[in-house]
């Protein structure tokens, strides 16, 4: 569909060359679409056309206005010449009242010529598309400044606005994490600890059950315990504190390897039976240690 | 007067001891010679002096010390299933005409006319050495 509304061209005759191809530019918006007009058009319409008339009627009603610059356009517009100035007269009174309506554009790659060069002033600071670049983007731009239409979509603004959580730090202390591993792993060996005794206790040499009947069959539960719970135990126990030295201090690592070599031997007392020297009894200060910080 | 549990019996396992010992088919009678030193009159054979103790594992510096102390012993018993003793202080001890037990070997013991020689066979005649773990 045609749109009836005019996109109107405003350059300046610098060279039969430029001239043509301006007019090869309007074929071209007219082929995508896009009513457009310059005054070689309006001068086939009618055979003798007032071109002031024409420009101070048709750039005011034009949607769009193509202003194609050259620093021939600068030169005739900042002086007032001819077609151009008067055109540029209406630009400069409207360019501020419509900001989509009038598109700057330049045919020479703006990277070989000085900007200055071909804007006119009162025109400084403003935008002008490089149709050499857009040519390359299948005039996107160019497309996109006629038709008002975005070339991206931007999420609308949320009412809901994300802001970041301020993370605690917690105090500087080396010493309280420390602490705190240790404490944790203490706690995971009293479970162990505590385990083992109410077995010991249970089905041990000096349970109730052991003084009453030595002769009970009761020892081979002890006996199975032993190597499905106390054993196990102790070897996490070792593990444990193994993995973790550093947060033993100097007399705590003695009393862990007393613990150690009891419970190694109370393994191999189990393989077969050693001299009772060989295997010392459970230290006391170990479970001092341990439960010390309850 | 203070006696030391983890060497000798405490006074409930003594009396659980002569008790056993007054109900087993082989013995006519015991008396007690000392605190835990008791003379086993057996049914047609000889009797047996035994020490009973309460080691958690005898080992040969245990037997040799008492062993010393109670020379006409023939069978030293750490009282307890959950006591034990080195294969080193077994082997010693037979070599010397000594046998040493835990409770429930002794038992079995009393009924072998040389104690000392007393050995338990599981059910595929294997030797068992229950005071070995």
Redesign the interface.
């Known amino acids: 569909m045609i749109d009836e509304q005019k996109v109107m061209i405003s350059y300046s005759r610098d060279s039969d060359g430029h001239n043509k191809r301006v007019i090869s530019f309007a074929n071209f918006l007219r082929d995508s679409g896009y009513n457009c007009w310059l005054d070689q058009l309006f001068k086939q319409q009618e055979t003798s056309i007032d071109f002031n008339e024409m420009m101070l009627k048709e750039l005011p009603n034009a949607i769009k206005v193509i202003v194609i610059l050259t620093p021939n356009y600068k030169h005739r517009a900042e002086n007032f010449i001819g077609g151009v100035g008067k055109e540029f007269r209406i630009i400069n009174d409207e360019i501020l009242k419509y900001p989509t309506k009038y598109i700057l554009v330049s045919f020479s790659p703006l990277a070989t010529i000085p900007i200055d060069s071909i804007l006119p002033n009162g025109l400084n600071g403003r935008e002008i598309l490089d149709l050499s670049l857009d040519a390359n983007d299948c005039y996107k731009n160019l497309f996109s400044k006629l038709s008002d239409k975005p070339l991206y979509i931007f999420s609308p603004v949320s009412e809901q606005k994300i802001e970041p959580m301020a993370e605690k730090i917690v105090p500087f202390s080396i010493a309280k994490k420390k602490n705190a591993d240790k404490d944790s792993i203490f706690s995971t060996i009293q479970e162990y600890l505590i385990e083992n005794k109410q077995l010991l206790t249970q089905y041990?040499?000096n349970s109730l059950v052991?003084?009453?009947?030595?002769?009970?069959n009761s020892?081979d539960t002890?006996?199975q315990l032993k190597q499905s719970t106390i054993i196990p135990n102790n070897t996490k126990i070792i593990m444990l504190l193994e993995s973790n030295l550093a947060l033993l201090g100097k007399k705590e690592k003695e009393i862990f390897y007393k613990f150690k070599i009891h419970a190694q031997a109370f393994a191999l007392?189990?393989?077969?039976?050693?001299?009772?020297?060989a295997?010392p009894q459970f230290p006391a200060e170990f479970e001092t240690l341990i439960f010390k910080e309850d | 007067m203070y006696v030391d549990y983890n060497v000798y019996p405490r006074p409930e396992s003594i009396d659980f001891f002569e008790k056993v010992i007054s109900n087993h088919d082989s013995v006519i009678s015991w008396n007690e010679i000392n605190d835990y030193y008791y003379c086993i009159h057996r049914v047609n054979k000889s009797s047996v002096n035994v020490l009973v103790l309460n080691l958690y594992t005898v080992g040969l510096a245990d037997y040799v010390e008492f062993i010393d102390q109670y020379p006409n012993a023939d069978s030293i018993i750490t009282i307890s299933n959950w006591n034990g003793y080195t294969i080193q202080a077994k082997e010693e001890s037979r070599k010397n005409g000594v046998g040493i037990f835990v409770m429930s070997e002794f038992l079995g013991a009393l009924n072998w006319d040389e104690p000392y020689k007393y050995v338990r066979y599981d059910s595929d005649g294997n030797p068992l050495h229950l005071g070995h773990r």
């Open positions: 041990g040499p052991a003084l009453n009947n030595p002769i009970s020892v002890w006996k007392n189990q393989e077969e039976r050693n001299d009772k020297e295997v």
